[in-house]
């Protein structure tokens, strides 16, 4: 397993060690010991999520405010843009994104931390996404911010609109949101 930071230092790139022969591949896609080892982080997964989507969906960006989860995320069918933003009122890098392609095909997995939104656009016809959390969902706290915020300006590789929820749609502004300290 090869880890990574990203420009945002506490988000890292994760690529898997993968196995792969004319019958095709073998990967560990989680493995505790080797997860604590390469990250240095000792987290305790809690729930596992799997979401299907079409192409031009976003979802996010999200997170919550409170009881804040940290993700494991990876593609297994398709390609998403997957972006992370820092919430933090009291990092350097509050507002800051980052941006990058996960698909079957790379098998890269990203780590997000508690306090940081999320949120993925497809690419593909289709995307299946899988990740872990470290904390349960809690919908008294679930927060979205506004996917287009200028003041955080990410680099959607859209072609046309999004097909956005209706909370998504409506999220509010980096400046009138609700973030961590």
């Known amino acids: 397993m090869k880890v990574a930071?990203?420009?945002?230092?506490e988000v890292l790139l994760i690529e898997p060690d993968v196995f792969g022969d004319d019958r095709g591949f073998f990967m560990e896609s989680y493995n505790a010991r080797r997860f604590r080892?390469?990250?240095?982080?000792?987290?305790?997964?809690?729930?596992?999520?799997?979401?299907?989507?079409?192409q031009g969906v976003l979802r996010g960006i999200h997170y919550q405010v409170v009881k804040p989860?940290?993700?494991?995320?990876?593609v297994v069918a398709g390609r998403v843009f997957d972006v992370v933003v820092d919430l933090r009122r009291s990092s350097p890098c509050f507002g800051r994104w980052f941006g990058i392609e996960l698909s079957d095909h790379n098998r890269r997995q990203l780590w997000v931390p508690p306090g940081f939104g999320h949120a993925f656009l497809v690419l593909s016809?289709?995307?299946?996404?899988?990740?872990?959390?470290?904390?349960?969902?809690?919908?008294?706290?679930?927060r979205s911010l506004r996917w287009n915020d200028p003041a955080i300006g990410i680099q959607w590789p859209l072609q046309g609109d999004p097909i956005l929820a209706a909370k998504d749609a409506?999220?509010?502004?980096?400046?009138?949101?609700?973030?961590?300290?």
Not at 125 to 142: G, P, V
Not at 170 to 181: I, K, S
């Open 37 to 54: 080892e390469a990250t240095g982080l000792d987290v305790e997964f809690v729930q596992d999520n799997h979401s299907r989507s079409v």
């Open 69 to 74: 989860q940290g993700k494991l995320v990876r």
């Open 125 to 142: 016809n289709s995307a299946d996404f899988i990740y872990k959390t470290t904390e349960y969902w809690h919908k008294d706290y679930d």
């Open 170 to 181: 409506a999220a509010p502004l980096l400046a009138q949101a609700e973030v961590y300290p």
């Open 5 to 9: 930071p990203t420009e945002l230092p």
